[in-house]
């Protein structure tokens, strides 16, 4: 309902915006919700994306964590961006093909490639939809039990939708 006469208010709307759950507190204010179209809010009562968290009054600090996903080693490999913002990649000898999917404005990744533990890895190839800082791709470590992180930024600024790349190497 769009006013709260109990904490607890659930609806059955077929509207993809409408609350089909909410909380709230003593204030009157909804404390939790879940939309119709699966948005999540908490301490907020419009909730824009898959999870929104409101910001405190400057005293508290809103973090999510979401553990890291390790795709499988593969010569070929699809980051889906919806397995999280931090992917690991373990390297084997051969080549490998990196490419992203489930991307959209907005959203930031992190991919730490790290290497075989004994000899050198294969060389990493990226997907065309990045373009990279200086417009060339930087050089991977090569060293056995070494990792690079690549830091992802998916964004509209060029008027259709691109990832900006960069890396920090050899850690």
């Avoid at 109990?6 to 204030?27: C, E, K, P």
Wanted: glycine share 10%; aromatic share 8%; net charge positive.
């Amino acid at each position: 309902s769009s006013t709260a006469s109990t904490t607890l208010s659930l609806n059955a709307f077929s509207n993809q915006t409408a609350d089909i759950f909410q909380a709230w507190r003593a204030t009157n204010t909804k404390a939790f919700v879940i939309q119709g179209n699966g948005y999540v809010g908490i301490s907020s009562s419009t909730p824009f994306t898959g999870l929104s968290i409101g910001i405190g009054n400057g005293s508290s600090t809103h973090s999510i964590l979401v553990a890291e996903h390790r795709p499988a080693t593969s010569t070929a490999i699809t980051v889906d961006w919806k397995m999280g913002n931090t992917q690991n990649i373990r390297l084997g000898s051969a080549a490998t093909t990196i490419s992203f999917s489930n991307f959209s404005d907005g959203g930031t990744l992190k991919v730490l490639t790290c290497n075989p533990p004994t000899g050198t890895a294969g060389a990493v190839t990226w997907g065309t939809q990045v373009l990279w800082s200086g417009g060339t791709v930087p050089t991977q470590t090569t060293t056995a039990q070494k990792c690079d992180v690549w830091s992802f930024i998916a964004t509209q600024a060029t008027s259709t939708l691109k990832i900006f790349g960069t890396m920090s190497p050899n850690f």
